[in-house]
C-alpha cells in the first residue's frame, strides 16, 4: 500500500491542477481554472513529454507492451497444449528445458512457456479489470459522498474506515471461502477490496472542486447534480484517479499471486502465475529451478513497471509545473 | 490531548462495531445459509430446520446481530467451527500470541532497519547509495512475500542449512523463542515489504523536513550539518513514522498470514487459510474479526504514542 499514500492529497495542494505557483526561480505562474473539459492540446503534449522524459516510464510501458503482446498473441506462433491434463501428463514431467521445451515443463507435464502465458492472461485480466471496477466504483463512491456532504457524507466514509481496517488478505479469504473462486468471482472479490482507496481520495478532491467559482457558475447556469459531478468535479479530479488505477493494477496483480498462493486462485485447469509459482514451489526443492523463477520474475516484472508507470504518471499530471 | 484520545477512543470502537456487523453479515451471506455451511451439502431439510432452530437462526436478523453481540461481550463467543468441532475462540487463543510475537518482532526489526537505511539515503542524497536503495525498495515491494519466503527457505535452509525448515514450535511467550534460528527467517520475510515502504518514508519525511522553515533557520544560527540532519530533520521526521506504523498494521497482518502460511508458523493466518481450504466459513471469519480488533487497537496505540510524543498535540489544544 506504500505507493498510494504518496498519492493521498494530505499534504500537497488539494486543486491538482489551477494554483498559481510561485516557482524555485521566482516566476508566478498561474494556471487557468478547469472548465469543462481540458480540450487544450499543448497541456497534453506537456504531460506526454515529461512522461517520455522519464526513462523508467517508458521502459515499464515496453515491458508491459511486450507481455501483453507475449500472453495473448504469443499463443498464436508458440502452439502448446494447456487445457487436455491427460495429454499433458503423458508427457514429460519436470522437463528440463530443451530446444522443443525453452522452458522445460512443470510437475503436471504442461509446457512452461505456454503456461506463462496462459497464466499471464489470467494474471493480466484480473489485473486490469479488478482495477477498473475498483476505479469506477470508488470514484462514483468518493465523487457522491464528498458533493452531497454532511451526514450521508460521514456516514460513506465511515463504511470505507470499517472496511479498510480489516486487513485486506483476511477479507478476500473470506469472500473466497464464502463464494467459490471463478475468474469473473476474483476480479469482482478484488475490486471489493480496493476501491476504499479512490474513494476516499477522489471524495477529498471533490471536497476541494466543489466550493470552486466554476463549479457555483454551473450551479447557477442550471446545471444537475450530475452533470456538475460528471462533467466538471471528475474530470478535474482526473489526474489522482488515473495514478491511482495504474498502482491498483500492479496491487491486483500481487493479490491475485497471494490467492494462487493460498491455493485460491484461477480454478484448474486454468492457472496464473502466482498459482504456478506457488505450484512450482515443492519442485523447486527438487532442483526444478525453472518450475518458479521464470513466473515469479514475470510478477516481479510487470509490478515494477506498473509502478514505474504510475509514478511517473504522478510526476506528469499533478506536480509537472514545479518544474517548468 | 484529553480530547483527542477519547474522540479517537469512540472512533476506534465505532470502527469495530462497523467490523462486527461485517463479520455477522458475511455469514449471513453464505449461499444456502449457515445451516449449509455447517451440514454440507447432502443436509436434509429437516435437519436444517432443527439447525437454524437450535442457533437461533430463524429468528429476525436484527435479533439475531442483537444475539451476536451479545455472545461476542458476554464471553467471547466467535461462533463454533464444526469442521474442527471445536470452537473458535478456542482455536484462536492458542494462535493469536504466535501471531502477535510475530508480527511484533518483524515491526520492530523493520523499524530498526529501515530508519537508518532512509537517513542514510538522505545523506547521501542522488548517489548511488540512494539510487540502488530505492531500487531495492522497489524489487521488494513489486516481490509477492511468499516468493521471497520460498527464496530464502531453498537457499538458506536447503542449500546452506543455516536456519532450520520447520517453524517454531512452542505456543506460549516463554517457549517460543526456545530456537530463536527458527524465527529469522519468518521475521525477515515479514519485515522485508515493511523495511521497503518504512525506509521510502522516512527519506521523504526528512527530506520534506530539509525544506522547512525551522531547518533554514537553524542552518542560518550556523548549527553543522550533522546537527540539522539529526537534531532538527530527524527528530520531525521521526513522529510521522508513529502514524505509518498505525497505518501500516491491516498491511502487516496480510504479510504475517502470507509469512506463516509460507512458514507453516501456526499463527492465525495459517489457521485462516487452512479454514479456507476446509470451507471452515465460521473460522475464517472468526480469524478474520479478532485480527482485526487487533489491527485497530494497534492503530489506536501508535496514535495515543504520537500523541505523547509530539508536543503540538500534547501540549496543544483538544482538536
Given at each position: 500500500m506504500?505507493t498510494?499514500?504518496?498519492?493521498?492529497?494530505?499534504?500537497g495542494p488539494?486543486?491538482?491542477?489551477d494554483?498559481?505557483?510561485i516557482?524555485?526561480?521566482g516566476q508566478v505562474?498561474?494556471v487557468?481554472?478547469?472548465?469543462e473539459?481540458?480540450?487544450?492540446g499543448?497541456?497534453?503534449?506537456?504531460i506526454?513529454?515529461?512522461?517520455?522524459?522519464?526513462?523508467?516510464a517508458?521502459i515499464?510501458?515496453?515491458?508491459?507492451?511486450?507481455?501483453i503482446?507475449?500472453?495473448?498473441v504469443?499463443?498464436?506462433?508458440?502452439h502448446?497444449?494447456?487445457?487436455?491434463?491427460?495429454?499433458a501428463?503423458?508427457?514429460?514431467q519436470?522437463?528440463r528445458?530443451?530446444?522443443?521445451?525453452?522452458?522445460?515443463?512443470d510437475?503436471?507435464?504442461f509446457?512452461?512457456?505456454?503456461?506463462?502465458?496462459?497464466?499471464?492472461?489470467?494474471?493480466l485480466?484480473?489485473?486490469f479489470?479488478s482495477a477498473?471496477?475498483?476505479?469506477?466504483?470508488?470514484v462514483?463512491y468518493g465523487?457522491v459522498?464528498?458533493?452531497v456532504?454532511?451526514?450521508?457524507d460521514?456516514?460513506?466514509m465511515?463504511?470505507?474506515?470499517v472496511?479498510?481496517?480489516?486487513?485486506?488478505?483476511?477479507?478476500l479469504?473470506?469472500?473466497?471461502?464464502?463464494?467459490?473462486?471463478s475468474?469473473?468471482?476474483?476480479?469482482?472479490v478484488i475490486?471489493?477490496?480496493?476501491?476504499?482507496?479512490?474513494a476516499r481520495?477522489?471524495?477529498?478532491?471533490?471536497?476541494?472542486?466543489?466550493?470552486?467559482?466554476?463549479?457555483q457558475?454551473v450551479?447557477?447556469?442550471?446545471?444537475?447534480?450530475t452533470?456538475?459531478?460528471?462533467?466538471?468535479i471528475?474530470?478535474?479530479?482526473?489526474?489522482?484517479?488515473?495514478?491511482?488505477?495504474?498502482?491498483?493494477?500492479?496491487?491486483?496483480?500481487?493479490?491475485?499471486?497471494?490467492?494462487?498462493f493460498i491455493?485460491?486462485?484461477?480454478?484448474?485447469p486454468?492457472?496464473?502465475w502466482?498459482t504456478m509459482?506457488?505450484d512450482?514451489?515443492?519442485?523447486?526443492?527438487?532442483?526444478?529451478?525453472w518450475?518458479?523463477?521464470?513466473?515469479?520474475l514475470?510478477i516481479?516484472?510487470?509490478v515494477?513497471?506498473?509502478?514505474?508507470i504510475g509514478?511517473?504518471?504522478r510526476?506528469a499530471?499533478?506536480?509537472?509545473?514545479?518544474?517548468? | 490531548?484529553?480530547?483527542f484520545?477519547?474522540?479517537?477512543?469512540?472512533?476506534?470502537?465505532i470502527?469495530?462495531?462497523g467490523?462486527v456487523?461485517?463479520?455477522?453479515?458475511l455469514?449471513?451471506?453464505?449461499?444456502g445459509?449457515?445451516?449449509?455451511a455447517?451440514?454440507g451439502?447432502?443436509?436434509?431439510p429437516?435437519?436444517?430446520?432443527h439447525?437454524?432452530?437450535?442457533?437461533g437462526?430463524d429468528?429476525?436478523?436484527?435479533d439475531?446481530?442483537w444475539?451476536?453481540i451479545?455472545g461476542?461481550v458476554?464471553?467471547l463467543?466467535l461462533?463454533?467451527?464444526?469442521?474442527?468441532?471445536?470452537?473458535?475462540k478456542?482455536?484462536i487463543?492458542?494462535?493469536?500470541?504466535?501471531?502477535?510475537?510475530?508480527?511484533?518482532?518483524?515491526?520492530?526489526?523493520?523499524l530498526i532497519?529501515?530508519i537508518p537505511l532512509?537517513?542514510?539515503?538522505v545523506v547521501?542524497?542522488?548517489?548511488?547509495?540512494?539510487y540502488?536503495l530505492?531500487?531495492a525498495?522497489f524489487?521488494?515491494?513489486?516481490?509477492?512475500p511468499?516468493?521471497?519466503g520460498?527464496l530464502?527457505?531453498?537457499?538458506?535452509?536447503?542449500?546452506?542449512?543455516?536456519?532450520?525448515?520447520?517453524?517454531?514450535?512452542?505456543?506460549?511467550?516463554?517457549?517460543?523463542?526456545?530456537?530463536p534460528r527458527?524465527?529469522?527467517?519468518?521475521?525477515?520475510t515479514?519485515?522485508?515489504?515493511?523495511?521497503?515502504?518504512?525506509?521510502?518514508?522516512?527519506?521523504?519525511s526528512?527530506?520534506d523536513?530539509?525544506?522547512q522553515?525551522?531547518?533554514?533557520?537553524?542552518r542560518?544560527?550556523?548549527?553543522?550539518?550533522?546537527?540539522v540532519l539529526?537534531?532538527?530533520?530527524?527528530?520531525n521526521?521521526?513522529?510521522p513514522?508513529?502514524?505509518?506504523?498505525?497505518?501500516s498494521?491491516?498491511?502487516?497482518?496480510?504479510g504475517?498470514?502470507?509469512?506463516?502460511?509460507?512458514?507453516?508458523?501456526?499463527?492465525?493466518g495459517?489457521l485462516?487459510?487452512t479454514a479456507?481450504?476446509n470451507?471452515?466459513?465460521?473460522t475464517?471469519l472468526g480469524?478474520?474479526?479478532v485480527?482485526?480488533i487487533?489491527?485497530?487497537?494497534g492503530s489506536?496505540l501508535?496514535?495515543?504514542?504520537?500523541?505523547?510524543a509530539d508536543p503540538?498535540?500534547?501540549?496543544?489544544g483538544?482538536?
Amino acid at each position: 500500500m506504500t505507493t498510494h499514500d504518496e498519492i493521498t492529497p494530505a499534504t500537497g495542494p488539494d486543486g491538482p491542477l489551477d494554483e498559481t505557483l510561485i516557482l524555485p526561480t521566482g516566476q508566478v505562474v498561474t494556471v487557468p481554472e478547469g472548465g469543462e473539459s481540458s480540450s487544450a492540446g499543448g497541456m497534453g503534449r506537456q504531460i506526454l513529454q515529461v512522461f517520455v522524459e522519464n526513462r523508467l516510464a517508458v521502459i515499464g510501458l515496453f515491458v508491459i507492451v511486450f507481455f501483453i503482446l507475449f500472453c495473448f498473441v504469443g499463443p498464436a506462433f508458440y502452439h502448446t497444449n494447456q487445457t487436455n491434463a491427460e495429454a499433458a501428463l503423458n508427457a514429460t514431467q519436470n522437463g528440463r528445458p530443451s530446444g522443443s521445451h525453452l522452458l522445460g515443463t512443470d510437475n503436471t507435464g504442461f509446457d512452461l512457456v505456454g503456461r506463462l502465458m496462459f497464466g499471464g492472461q489470467a494474471s493480466l485480466i484480473v489485473g486490469f479489470a479488478s482495477a477498473a471496477v475498483a476505479t469506477v466504483i470508488g470514484v462514483i463512491y468518493g465523487a457522491v459522498a464528498g458533493y452531497v456532504g454532511g451526514w450521508v457524507d460521514a456516514l460513506m466514509m465511515r463504511i470505507v474506515d470499517v472496511l479498510l481496517s480489516v486487513p485486506v488478505l483476511f477479507l478476500l479469504i473470506a469472500l473466497v471461502t464464502i463464494y467459490h473462486a471463478s475468474e469473473l468471482l476474483i476480479i469482482l472479490v478484488i475490486a471489493f477490496v480496493s476501491w476504499l482507496v479512490p474513494a476516499r481520495l477522489v471524495r477529498g478532491e471533490t471536497l476541494s472542486l466543489r466550493v470552486r467559482e466554476y463549479v457555483q457558475a454551473v450551479r447557477v447556469m442550471g446545471g444537475s447534480n450530475t452533470r456538475i459531478v460528471g462533467r466538471h468535479i471528475v474530470p478535474n479530479a482526473i489526474g489522482t484517479i488515473v495514478v491511482f488505477a495504474t498502482f491498483q493494477v500492479a496491487d491486483s496483480i500481487l493479490l491475485l499471486a497471494a490467492l494462487g498462493f493460498i491455493g485460491q486462485g484461477i480454478p484448474a485447469p486454468g492457472t496464473d502465475w502466482g498459482t504456478m509459482l506457488s505450484d512450482g514451489v515443492q519442485s523447486a526443492a527438487l532442483g526444478y529451478w525453472w518450475e518458479i523463477y521464470p513466473a515469479g520474475l514475470c510478477i516481479v516484472l510487470v509490478v515494477i513497471a506498473f509502478n514505474f508507470i504510475g509514478d511517473a504518471l504522478r510526476d506528469a499530471l499533478e506536480v509537472r509545473l514545479q518544474r517548468r | 490531548m484529553i480530547g483527542f484520545l477519547i474522540r479517537r477512543v469512540i472512533q476506534s470502537i465505532i470502527v469495530i462495531l462497523g467490523v462486527v456487523f461485517i463479520v455477522f453479515l458475511l455469514g449471513k451471506l453464505i449461499p444456502g445459509g449457515e445451516a449449509a455451511a455447517a451440514l454440507g451439502p447432502r443436509r436434509s431439510p429437516a435437519a436444517v430446520a432443527h439447525f437454524n432452530l437450535v442457533n437461533g437462526l430463524d429468528l429476525p436478523i436484527y435479533d439475531q446481530f442483537w444475539r451476536y453481540i451479545w455472545g461476542l461481550v458476554s464471553n467471547l463467543n466467535l461462533g463454533y467451527s464444526f469442521k474442527n468441532n471445536e470452537g473458535v475462540k478456542e482455536l484462536i487463543s492458542q494462535r493469536l500470541p504466535k501471531t502477535l510475537t510475530l508480527v511484533g518482532v518483524s515491526t520492530v526489526v523493520a523499524l530498526i532497519v529501515a530508519i537508518p537505511l532512509g537517513i542514510l539515503q538522505v545523506v547521501r542524497r542522488y548517489s548511488v547509495v540512494d539510487y540502488s536503495l530505492t531500487t531495492a525498495s522497489f524489487l521488494f515491494y513489486a516481490m509477492p512475500p511468499f516468493f521471497l519466503g520460498f527464496l530464502l527457505i531453498l537457499y538458506f535452509s536447503f542449500d546452506a542449512h543455516l536456519f532450520p525448515v520447520s517453524p517454531p514450535i512452542g505456543s506460549t511467550g516463554t517457549t517460543i523463542f526456545t530456537d530463536p534460528r527458527a524465527f529469522v527467517l519468518p521475521v525477515i520475510t515479514l519485515s522485508a515489504i515493511t523495511i521497503a515502504s518504512f525506509s521510502r518514508y522516512m527519506r521523504s519525511s526528512m527530506m520534506d523536513a530539509l525544506t522547512q522553515d525551522y531547518v533554514r533557520t537553524a542552518r542560518a544560527k550556523g548549527a553543522s550539518n550533522n546537527r540539522v540532519l539529526y537534531g532538527h530533520a530527524l527528530r520531525n521526521a521521526l513522529i510521522p513514522i508513529l502514524t505509518l506504523i498505525g497505518l501500516s498494521l491491516p498491511a502487516i497482518a496480510s504479510g504475517a498470514l502470507i509469512t506463516e502460511t509460507v512458514f507453516n508458523y501456526s499463527g492465525m493466518g495459517l489457521l485462516t487459510v487452512t479454514a479456507a481450504i476446509n470451507d471452515d466459513v465460521p473460522t475464517v471469519l472468526g480469524a478474520t474479526l479478532v485480527i482485526t480488533i487487533f489491527t485497530v487497537a494497534g492503530s489506536l496505540l501508535a496514535d495515543v504514542l504520537y500523541a505523547i510524543a509530539d508536543p503540538r498535540i500534547r501540549l496543544g489544544g483538544s482538536t
